[in-house]
């Protein structure tokens, strides 16, 4: 890194490739739980739980993703912890949907560990980048 | 102790666990005890069946096929091997699809759910959901809206085709039958050609009597049949009285219409029961049309009757025999069987001429019929005829005191078991007539006799225990449509050797008689046609100049 600039542009990298593949990794996710709801019995008391997850999930990402971009090109480290804070809440989510759904299929389980890696990377590198912010 | 009990109270109230293991589901295992023909799953199935097998008739048992793994069970045929051997083999398949299930979290995903079983706490609710007439909204083709069907055409009344119903001046030809509960509903329509007898239950009161419609013989007689150009109307032909008792007498042939009325706190020409007989031509028109009347008295404490409605369609200028399947038997109808006429000569002898065929169900094909005393001797000549395809087994029981005596016991139980008269052919297909000799199968007639102990004397008494009667039949025609054909009927009868009884000593024997019917079809074969062949024909002088 540059000494006069603490920014880290992976991060900003992965925070905007994160961005593209959460909206195509919600459609695909809506899009199946409608599947299942028509293929397989798929009782309401099952189905809100289910949805309720991904639309929180969704609800979440979006001041994540804004806390992330803004932290890291402001280099303050508070929008960033908040900004890991809430992508802790929203890996507990993934793995929810990737373990305990009523039903997990093959493509869930894809599509949930793509996101997962993603995350975690995110995490590593918001880690790196508060430390470079705050030393 | 209690707490034994509750859990073993809790364990009766659980329904038995469905099995899903592959190894153990055979689909093709229907018979009981006997081996399958094809059914390479079968566990009653011995090698020595399985190398008569041809080919599998279920190559693969395996589970829900949208898992993403999935074990399966595949059964096969070596034919290689001498002799030909079942394989069988376990395996993990799996489903390259990208949407197969991978896991679930919801238990009955993949399952039928089991049903609640009742219990004290759930029952008002069970009760509640399925308790009623009806689960669910009655749909609306239940309400039979008459008025709707009340205006017929009568170009198409000319000429009635099966099942359709028989149409009337106002409405059709009511059969009263009971519809999803005992009671009578007055909307079933009486089908042309379909002999029904029905029984249901009707609510009367003694001060209503000469008001409520469906008592009165008027209700049944009074509207004509349409039938092509003129209207047929309903006869009466006998009316049969019964008193209260229960005892029957017929009136005398007069037309007079009796209608109810109320007699010393009775109320007396109550129809108890309906007979309809229609006759009609060869082309579908109904000609002739008679009711038979049962009428009773109801007294003041009875709340509702029993009535009984039937209805038979005969063609003119026959008479009806019934038939038990054309030509292939129906499974539920009875064996027709038949005797070879006295004074006539072996089979062999090819003037042989009809067999007696009587439709008096006595002289068919029947077994004993168990009575609720379940005394051998006391209910002698209760039978039950045999009805294709159905599995029976029946018996009594013989209480036996020193004083019986062997041979007169021995010939008595012969009676039980085989009935007074047991007939010799039975009819190979469901309308076999009385003249094709070759159309009658001849009963074979085998006695076994179970020694006890190895080495008594001869001259020991012999007494029938069991008559088992195996029917061996064949699918028979086309493949498309096979038809039931009795090839072989053999009669087994198992005797025993009864010691002698100390006086005053008693011992209960049980007697057994049993029909089972089992299938020998051959697999089917398939014919194709013949290639065409080409026919060229020279003309005669072809090789003209040298021939």
Not at chain 2, 59 to 73: E, H, R, T
Not at chain 2, 193 to 220: G, H
Not at chain 2, 315 to 330: A, I, K, R
Request: hydrophobic share 40%; proline share 6%.
């Amino acid at each position: 890194n540059n000494s006069y600039q603490l920014s880290s542009l992976p991060l900003h990298i992965l925070l905007y490739v994160n961005g593209v593949y959460y909206i195509f990794y919600f459609l695909a996710t809506l899009a199946m739980i409608i599947y299942k709801s028509q293929v397989f019995s798929y009782p309401d008391e099952f189905l809100v739980p289910d949805l309720a997850v991904l639309f929180l999930m969704a609800v979440l990402e979006v001041p994540r993703l804004y806390l992330g971009f803004k932290g890291n090109l402001t280099e303050a480290e508070a929008p960033l912890g908040l900004s890991l804070g809430l992508t802790v809440g929203s890996v507990l989510l993934c793995v929810y949907l990737l373990l305990w759904q009523s039903y997990v299929l093959w493509a869930d389980v894809l599509l949930n560990a793509v996101l997962l890696a993603s995350y975690g990377l995110e995490s590593g590198l918001k880690v790196t980048a508060i430390a470079a912010f705050v030393s | 102790p209690a707490d034994t009990r509750d859990a073993a109270q809790a364990q009766v109230r659980s329904a038995p666990a469905p099995v899903t293991d592959v190894a153990r589901l055979c689909v093709c295992d229907l018979l009981v005890a006997q081996c399958d023909t094809n059914c390479c799953c079968d566990p009653d199935c011995s090698a020595e069946d399985f190398s008569l097998f041809t080919t599998c008739s279920i190559p693969v048992v395996m589970g829900d096929s949208q898992l993403c793994s999935q074990k399966a069970a595949v059964y096969s045929l070596d034919v290689e091997a001498n002799p030909p051997e079942r394989i069988f083999k376990l395996i993990d398949r799996v489903n390259p699809s990208i949407f197969c299930i991978h896991s679930t979290n919801y238990e009955q995903a993949l399952y039928l759910k089991s049903p609640e079983i009742p219990t004290a706490e759930n029952f008002d609710e069970l009760l509640d959901k399925f308790g009623g007439a009806t689960f669910s909204a009655e749909p609306d083709s239940w309400n039979l809206d008459t008025d709707a069907q009340n205006s017929p055409e009568t170009n198409e009344t000319s000429r009635y085709e099966y099942g359709v119903p028989v149409q009337t001046e106002d409405a059709f030809l009511r059969l009263p039958s009971p519809v999803v509960s005992s009671w009578c509903s007055d909307a079933n329509p009486a089908g042309f050609l379909v002999n029904q007898a029905t029984k249901c239950i009707r609510s009367v009161s003694v001060e209503k009597c000469d008001s409520i419609q469906a008592l009165s013989m008027l209700f049944y007689i009074n509207s004509s049949i349409l039938a092509s150009v003129f209207q047929v109307n309903i006869t009466v032909q006998s009316i049969v009285v019964q008193s209260v008792n229960g005892m029957r007498t017929l009136l005398s042939p007069s037309e007079v219409l009796r209608l109810p009325k109320v007699l010393d706190e009775l109320c007396i020409n109550a129809v108890l029961g309906v007979n309809y007989h229609i006759t009609h031509t060869d082309t579908g028109e109904i000609i002739e049309a008679a009711a038979a009347f049962v009428l009773g008295a109801i007294s003041r404490e009875v709340l509702s009757i029993e009535q009984s409605f039937e209805i038979s369609f005969t063609q003119e200028n026959t008479q009806p025999v019934p038939l038990s399947g054309n030509p292939g038997y129906v499974v539920g109808l009875p064996v027709r069987a038949g005797f070879q006429p006295q004074g006539y000569p072996s089979p062999a002898a090819f003037l042989f001429a009809s067999l007696a065929l009587s439709s008096n169900k006595h002289s068919q094909l029947t077994i004993l019929h168990s009575t609720s005393t379940q005394d051998c001797l006391a209910a002698q000549g209760a039978r039950t005829p045999v009805l294709f395809g159905y599995n029976m087994i029946s018996g009594c029981k013989l209480r036996i005191t020193a004083a019986m005596k062997c041979q007169p016991l021995a010939q008595t139980l012969l009676d039980v078991l085989k009935g007074q008269s047991f007939p010799e052919y039975v009819a190979s297909f469901g309308n076999s007539q009385a003249q094709d000799v070759l159309d009658w199968v001849p009963i074979t007639q085998l006695h076994i006799s179970e020694q006890m102990i190895p080495h008594t004397l001869q001259s020991s008494c012999q007494i029938p225990v069991s008559l088992g009667i195996e029917v061996k039949w064949t699918k028979y025609g086309s493949l498309v449509n096979p038809q039931a054909r009795i090839v072989n009927v053999t009669a087994t009868i198992t005797s025993t050797t009864l010691k002698q009884l100390p006086s005053g000593r008693e011992r209960i024997i049980p007697i057994t008689s049993s029909v089972v019917f089992t299938d020998i079809s051959s697999p089917a074969e398939p014919s194709y046609k013949a290639w065409p062949t080409i026919n060229i024909k020279l003309p005669f002088d072809f090789f003209y100049p040298f021939v």
